[in-house]
């Protein structure tokens, strides 16, 4: 990350996005994570704005151009720390992109607010939670990450949302559908995250859901179950709990 924030604080903005373009290892399954963690870093508000604003036409998914466009989504998380808040509306609209990378750059860009001030994040998590699918899967992706997490306080408030935004699926009609999937998929390792993270607190809330006769709640409850981290955390009450839902 050091020597790619070199390089581009050395070609300057006008010779950014080339250098962005020709090492993004897009088309690829994995864009450069470094590079984009430097350039946020390193770009103008300007730049990263501009990038944010590229649509599927012109970046679509899997090219050069979708990883600029991933960049300037997760960047934002920077402008708004540093005061643009109102970049928050445009980070609410790219959660539901139909390009995979660019919800990912949101939940970046959510983490990036969650660390400089936890309470803003779950404000805005909240406001998501009952909002699209598109949206609750970037509440639950923006908060499912362990070093955010380590306050009692703010673990709580955190199952709330996952909480709420679990019981918005139980019963529903829109299982077929692409946020429906990306939300469960999001939910499906989100829990073990907080779980794993804060176990006094976060066992006994999954183990309600472990109870729930939802077919989609169930799916999802087992696939946080086969997680890692959770046999890491407590093998015995993982055992149990697959028991239990099986």
Same mark, same amino acid.
């Given at each position: 990350?050091?020597?790619?924030?070199?390089?581009?604080?050395?070609?300057?903005?006008?010779?950014?996005?080339?250098?962005? !373009?020709?090492?993004? !290892?897009?088309?690829?399954? !994995?864009?450069?994570?470094?590079?984009?963690?430097?350039?946020?870093?390193?770009?103008?508000?300007?730049?990263?704005?501009?990038?944010?604003?590229?649509? +599927?036409?012109?970046?679509?998914?899997?090219?050069?151009?979708?990883?600029? +466009?991933?960049?300037?989504?997760?960047?934002?998380?920077?402008?708004?720390?540093?005061?643009?808040?109102?970049?928050?509306?445009?980070?609410?609209?790219?959660?539901?992109?139909?390009?995979?990378?660019?919800?990912?750059?949101?939940?970046?860009?959510?983490?990036?607010?969650?660390?400089?001030?936890?309470?803003?994040?779950?404000?805005?998590?909240?406001?998501?939670?009952?909002?699209?699918?598109?949206?609750?899967?970037? +509440?639950?992706?923006?908060?499912?990450?362990?070093?955010?997490?380590?306050?009692?306080?703010?673990?709580?408030?955190?199952?709330?949302?996952?909480?709420?935004?679990?019981?918005?699926?139980?019963?529903?009609?829109?299982?077929?559908?692409?946020?429906?999937? +990306?939300?469960?998929?999001?939910?499906?390792?989100?829990?073990?995250?907080?779980?794993?993270?804060?176990?006094?607190?976060?066992?006994?809330?999954?183990?309600?859901?472990?109870?729930?006769?939802?077919?989609?709640?169930?799916?999802?409850?087992?696939?946080?179950?086969?997680?890692?981290?959770?046999?890491?955390?407590?093998?015995?009450?993982?055992?149990?709990?697959?028991?239990?839902?099986?």
């Amino acid at each position: 990350m050091e020597e790619y924030a070199r390089r581009l604080r050395d070609v300057g903005p006008s010779g950014r996005e080339a250098l962005l !373009r020709a090492e993004s !290892r897009l088309p690829g399954p !994995r864009g450069n994570l470094e590079l984009l963690a430097a350039v946020v870093e390193v770009a103008g508000d300007d730049e990263l704005r501009h990038w944010a604003s590229l649509g +599927a036409a012109d970046a679509p998914g899997n090219t050069p151009g979708e990883f600029l +466009a991933t960049v300037g989504a997760a960047g934002l998380g920077r402008l708004v720390v540093d005061g643009a808040t109102g970049e928050l509306d445009t980070l609410r609209r790219l959660a539901g992109d139909p390009r995979w990378r660019i919800r990912e750059g949101v939940a970046m860009a959510l983490q990036r607010i969650g660390s400089a001030d936890m309470d803003a994040l779950l404000v805005i998590a909240r406001g998501w939670a009952t909002g699209s699918r598109y949206e609750q899967r970037a +509440a639950v992706a923006g908060l499912a990450e362990p070093v955010l997490l380590g306050d009692q306080g703010v673990m709580s408030d955190a199952l709330d949302v996952f909480d709420a935004i679990t019981a918005s699926i139980v019963g529903a009609e829109d299982t077929r559908t692409g946020g429906f999937v +990306a939300l469960a998929k999001a939910l499906g390792y989100g829990w073990s995250v907080l779980v794993a993270a804060g176990p006094d607190i976060g066992k006994p809330r999954m183990e309600r859901w472990l109870a729930s006769g939802d077919a989609s709640v169930r799916r999802i409850m087992g696939e946080n179950l086969s997680k890692a981290r959770l046999e890491r955390m407590d093998a015995d009450w993982t055992a149990r709990s697959r028991a239990r839902l099986a």
